[in-house]
């Protein structure tokens, strides 16, 4: 049987788009005489649908565009498409469901038991668990499918929810494989962690040790909203050895002959490094967030800093650097390298920029009656500070109202854990790309940057001077915060890892960590109202860590 597996890119809500492009994915892959065709989990709606599953008819949309789907598709070939349905269920349960199109109809179908519901994912929210029993192979040209969805892969697999629910659930895999599949098929949509694509591999060999038994892994690939997906379907044979690998971040179509798995020649895994996969999977979120939510262009303040000259890079590469507006805003305490520096940078990518001097509009709030007086009291302190990061987030939404740009963000994910941003300042906008990365893996990805272009995209200068927001005399971060390698080490251990003060105080300086976890816990009510970014490690700021706003927790008494 000549299999093909299709890594397409959805967008959410879109069932007339998503179909077209199913369509057009299966004429291509008909004319090279395939048998079947497998698609992504929940591809007619896109991954997440969220509480789009929720609005009156949308289900009953789902199951109408599956049927019309199937009357035009070729009715000599199997097509397996992962989609809601509310057919044949209990009024108001719907199920995450697989169905084979073959022969003009829905030849087959299965539902997903193991929902998972812990980090971004929250499908108890809207599906039921397949029924157990219902849990079989599906037959097709003489072949036994072991078609499951996505997280039923990954039953009592470390750091998911089922290795420790209350509730026994069955492993889907273990009951396919003893049920005589000839061949595993997973349809998933699966996230982008930094490194997942290993984690991947590991899991599906622990099932080929056990099993012996060829396995398919079709994955989702694109931005929808926060979250990421990279592709990298792949085909494990029997043996377990790897022999078919599709690319990360982008669209594919590629095909496994069952027949040939004797002869197939193993492929080897092409490990990215840890900056190239930041840099794919930012530049494939902000260019599928801005396509998919309508904008053509962005616009950014550009300081002279690394962070702001990472955003530029980013976008330039996402969108092309004719559609990002830079706007270059000096103050009184702006250094001329940092002009310079941005200059050189939006020259060195082809940036449209314009040079808006701040200083006047400064001036005038110090004129004011009464704010003018608070100024006075303390200049350049907090509240002047953060009255220039205004001024400048101000003139960037001009631009972007007046023209339909999209405003881009550009605070990292070190000063937004810290609070070391300013709430209608430096963190307005409508995208925050950089706000899942450290500062020190800021730095890595711009000099991959650099050398991914084979020349100097982002200026030296930028890449060497001490980082600072320049809005006081002398100023630079270093005053305010630990030094960049020793905050990032603790924040993994607060954020990433869930470690406790007592425990990363063995490590690091006891008195910094108190001093981080705190100023961590004091600025999540500012992190609620940034704009959403790209979920690139285990746990992002956003919709997978749900942390109080007013509560109160003594580090000194856990």
């Keep these: 049987m000549k299999i093909a597996l299709a890594q ?32 992504p989990e929940l591809i007619l709606c896109g991954y997440p649908p969220k509480d789009i599953l929720h609005r009156e008819g949308f289900i009953e949309a789902c199951d109408r565009a599956v049927d019309r789907l199937a009357a035009q598709l070729n009715p000599e070939i199997g097509v397996i498409i992962g989609h809601p349905t509310g057919r044949d269920l209990p009024e108001g349960r719907i199920a995450n469901a697989a169905s084979l199109l073959f022969q003009g109809k829905v030849d087959s179908q299965i539902h997903k038991l193991l929902l998972p519901n812990y980090d971004v994912f929250d499908e108890q929210r809207y599906f039921r668990h397949a029924d157990r029993k219902q849990i079989k192979p599906i037959s097709f040209q003489g072949l036994k499918l072991g078609l499951h969805i996505c997280e039923d892969a990954w039953w009592r697999q470390p750091d998911t929810f089922y290795h420790n629910q209350p509730f026994e659930l069955p492993d889907p895999v273990k009951i396919l494989a003893e049920a005589g599949s000839d061949i595993l ?6 996230p982008f962690e930094i490194d997942k694509r290993k984690r991947r591999h590991q899991i599906v060999g622990a099932h080929q040790d056990r099993y012996s038994i060829p396995y398919l892994f079709v994955n989702q690939v694109g931005g929808n909203d926060d979250l ?15 022999v078919l690998q599709m690319p990360g971040f982008r669209e594919d179509l590629q095909y496994y002959e069952t027949s040939k798995t004797a002869d197939a020649q193993l492929k080897e895994i092409i490990a990215l490094s840890r900056e190239e996969q930041l840099f794919e999977a930012l530049v494939l979120g902000l260019r599928d967030y801005m396509q998919k939510c309508g904008f053509t262009d962005c616009v950014l303040g550009l300081s002279g800093g690394i962070d702001s000259a990472l955003a530029c890079a980013i976008a330039a590469e996402a969108i092309g650097p004719e559609r990002v507006h830079a706007l270059l805003l000096p103050s009184r305490y702006s250094s001329d390298h940092s002009v310079a520096d941005s200059l050189e940078l939006a020259e060195n990518l082809g940036l449209d920029h314009e040079t808006i001097p701040i200083d006047s509009v400064h001036l005038a709030f110090e004129n004011l009656p009464v704010i003018g007086e608070d100024l006075k009291l303390e200049p350049a302190g907090l509240a002047d500070q953060n009255l220039q990061a205004r001024i400048r987030g101000a003139n960037v939404m001009v631009r972007s109202n007046q023209h339909g740009w999209m405003a881009l963000a550009t605070g990292n994910k070190s000063e937004l854990a810290m609070g070391y941003c300013t709430l209608y300042g430096d963190m307005a906008g409508g995208f925050a790309v950089l706000s899942d990365v450290f500062k020190c893996d800021v730095y890595r ?12 995209l982002i200026p030296e200068n930028i890449l060497e001077k001490a980082p600072s927001a320049e809005l006081a005399p002398n100023q630079v971060d270093q005053d305010s915060l630990p030094p960049y390698d020793l905050l990032d080490g603790i924040l993994k251990g607060l954020i990433e890892d869930e470690r406790s003060v007592k425990s990363l105080a063995q490590e690091y300086p006891p008195e910094t960590v108190r001093w981080v976890a705190g100023r961590l816990d004091r600025n999540e009510f ?3 109202q940034m704009p959403p970014g ?6 992002a700021f956003g919709s997978g860590r749900r942390m109080p706003m007013a509560a109160r927790f003594q580090w000194d008494e856990e």
Excluded: W
Excluded at 15 to 27: A, M, P, R
Excluded at 185 to 190: F, G, K, V
């Design 185 to 190: 098929i997973n349809i998933s949509a699966s």
């Design 534 to 539: 790209i979920k690139l490690s285990a746990r």
């Design 8 to 39: 397409l890119n959805p967008t959410v809500g879109d069932l007339s788009g998503n179909c077209q492009k199913i369509l057009e994915t299966v004429n291509r892959a008909e004319q090279t005489g395939v048998d079947l065709i497998l698609f």
């Design 526 to 528: 500012k992190r609620r």
């Design 228 to 242: 990421v997906f990279d592709g990298h379907s792949f085909v494990m044979d029997s043996s377990g050895d790897l």
């Design 445 to 456: 990805v711009s000099k991959y940057v650099n050398q991914r272009a084979g020349r100097i």
